[in-house]
């Protein structure tokens, strides 16, 4: 049975993990849940969205080509996820690597791109410049991260993730045009292991509405770190979901992981039970 908004508000709060989530009416602003909606946690590749922002940002202004071949340079090789590290293809236009950012959260490619855009600070300068609060990509994606490193990839709020999405979804991320890039980037993301488990979508084929539901979303998975950030669609309304968790890592067992997929499962459902009252 769906738990209600105070239910999982309940649950959460007494939860020996660290959340930070907000739902809200992607239309009114609404909030429907807010739990540490403010409080900073990594959020692993989830600010890859600021990446795939200053891209589509650098093609509206005709100062990047879409067409433009990037090299697979081996410097910024990283491995875990995506699937550019498995093919032969060695360089692929800027449209194409941009895609692969957004459907498969690829790390090889998230460098390159990030390489290409200008690096973190480019891409920073232009998050505060769009007024992004609350969602801070520190570095590139490494396979070891040494003392000379920003100790995490990312850090953000569920409140900073849940007005990017919302503004993303009205088209005021920068401009109409920006916005519609960055979401056609992300629609096809492949994770639905988390908060959009529950809207039981083709995760090779969503591109569509599916079950009457569609989702722009971006990921992030880390040791001890989850992520789900995206927007709901459904014949009711639309509703913008940051959902963030962080706990302490143990190797190998790690026990806590089962109960953070199966309270963001949860938030799920109570989210497609907003979006679609024939559920």
Known sequence: MTQTWGDLATALGVSPLTWSVLVVDAST??????????????????????????????????????????????ALAAADSGIWQHLSVPELPVEDVARLVGMVSDNWATNVLLHRVGGPQQVADTARRARVHEV????????????GHPPTLSTGSAAGYADLLVRLHRGTLLSPAVSARVREWLRDGVDLSMVAAAFGLDPLAHTHPDRRITVVHKTGTDAGVRVDVGIATGPSRSLAYACLVNWTYEQDSDPWRDEALAAMRAIGDAVRAEIDWAT
């Open 136 to 147: 801070n990509l520190h570095d590139r994606v490494r396979d070891e991260r040494g003392p």
């Open 29 to 74: 602003g609404d909030a429907l849940l807010d739990v540490g909606s403010h409080r900073q946690l990594k959020t692993a590749s989830g600010a890859k969205i600021l990446v795939l922002l200053e891209a589509a940002r650098q093609l509206e202004a005709v100062s990047l080509s879409a067409a433009e071949l990037l090299p697979r340079d081996p």
